[in-house]
């Protein structure tokens, strides 16, 4: 059904992004505080306030747009139980090795080069700051959006790194 | 919501992708199909009796079936118009720009090698056989069963070219 | 040796791809030309000599002229016969299941996202254009550099095709 | 200059590359100590020894090989000056925003799935073990070694989690 005159909603997509993040109490300084934590230790003069926009901006890319939508949907889907078994128990258990969270983030991760792709890797093993609140959540599905905070986290780290070099 | 104790499901998930695929017209040996047009003229006495047991094998894989399951299941959650906007009208429209299905049809792909993510790009532009249909159907949204379907013929032909070298 | 002093020569970069793709007769018109066939049904009113000026902002970005540069050197040592066995005879003789060589092509490709990743894989497969000549020479190994050009035109034509979107 | 008649030299490559690890003080075992510590909390029952017969059986795969191979080769041509610039100053210096070193491990880590591909994020980023010495020598140049051996051991990590899940 690929129609040629579709227009690409792009400013619908960043408020949904948004507000779905924020519905669940992330908001961009969140994320912004993430990648201050990823990379003090190797840039001087980093500031939080314009991480943030770093933040803003890479959300406004399409890719990074289309890849957080998904992951957030199939997130309320399987809270909602919407999902069709086995998919909807495996999303709902956050098993390890379904990897499809991962796919995606990686995905946005990888934008701004390889760097965003291992500051990825790291913080999706030590789980910082409100990732860490993310994924231990006892009453919501949160199998994708962890790791796509923390993808957008890393891609913003990446993208800063090349920045200065 | 991780439980330590979940256990995968793979017959599950195989015994799904095996029935949905049946349902829009989609059996093992037309993915042989287009994986033997991929390789005819590269490999001599192709047989696609044996390539349909490598794509069966194929379809065993663990992160094979999770990417196939969760594309299928956006293709009918938005055939159902069950996503929230504006993720709805962009995978139902099947925007050239979404990039979403790709993302996950390469991750497919990839799983014998790089020859198996330009043999994805190949069929995904000239789109051969089977695939053609789902990407005409008027009726149906096939935004992501078309990629995955490709991705599936791609990965058998990159196994199969390791097999022989 | 990891300096935290070392300032990054782009412009060198620059440079050292451009004359080496020169001798070995491609310009950038020439990956212009592969874009356009790539995008030719698909855009209307596409014009070769913009293009040209999109493949040599592409050209700028540091990515892809570290992934240049790499290849680019693997192809001139394998051709001086300066890499070690198995290596060498690997690379000169441009096996196909090497791999190394469309591993760096995709990560230029898919710079702009999945659209340069499956346009590379059909220029990989179609060869067209300069590609087929760099391809078939029996004088010079070039293992890297059809793969390079191709992922180049490739990745350009994902940026142009999100341009218009 | 392709060949359709090149055999693969399968075991020269392994051969290789376990020479050239071990001219830089690296075995198996110290691959297999590094999966080890990356997968101590999440399994129990983990044995160094059938982990390093893991190392040994992912060090048989070619697409490993293949680039191991290239890596390895470059920290040698550096380590001798062999490159042209800026190549061999970026290499030498291993330059944070090169990449080229982490696209090739990606692809190594990548082979069992997105598990590995987290898993090198992390080593690369904490860098345990023998990877903490390779990255601070001050005689050689371990531009790429020290990610291949990073990516290695996170594709055995990656191949241990699935099988037991």
């Known amino acids: 059904?690929?129609?040629k005159n579709f227009?690409?909603?792009?400013t619908k997509a960043f408020e949904f992004v948004i507000q779905r993040l924020g519905?669940?109490?992330?908001?961009?300084k969140d994320i912004a505080q993430i990648t201050y934590d990823l990379q003090a230790?190797?840039?001087?003069d980093?500031?939080?306030?314009?991480?943030?926009q770093q933040v803003i901006e890479v959300l406004?890319?399409?890719?990074?747009l289309n890849s957080m939508m998904v992951g957030l949907e199939l997130d309320r889907l399987a809270q909602e139980k919407q999902l069709a078994e086995p998919l909807q128990e495996i999303v709902a258990n956050d098993a390890g090795v379904f990897g499809v969270d991962e796919i995606i983030a990686i995905a946005i991760a990888n934008i701004y080069g390889t760097i965003g792709v291992t500051n990825f890797g790291y913080v999706?093993?030590?789980k910082t700051g409100i990732i860490k609140q993310l994924d231990t959540s006892e009453e919501h599905v949160n199998t994708f959006i962890d790791d796509l905070v923390g993808a957008l986290a890393a891609a913003v780290a990446a993208k800063t790194a090349h920045a200065i070099a």
Chains 1, 2, 3, 4 share one sequence.
């Open 46 to 52: 980093l500031n939080v306030v314009l991480l943030e």
């Open 23 to 28: 519905e669940k109490g992330i908001f961009t």
């Open 7 to 10: 227009k690409y909603p792009d």
């Open 60 to 64: 406004h890319k399409r890719e990074v």
């Open 41 to 44: 230790d190797k840039i001087d």
């Open 124 to 126: 999706d093993r030590v």
């Open 1 to 3: 059904m690929q129609s």
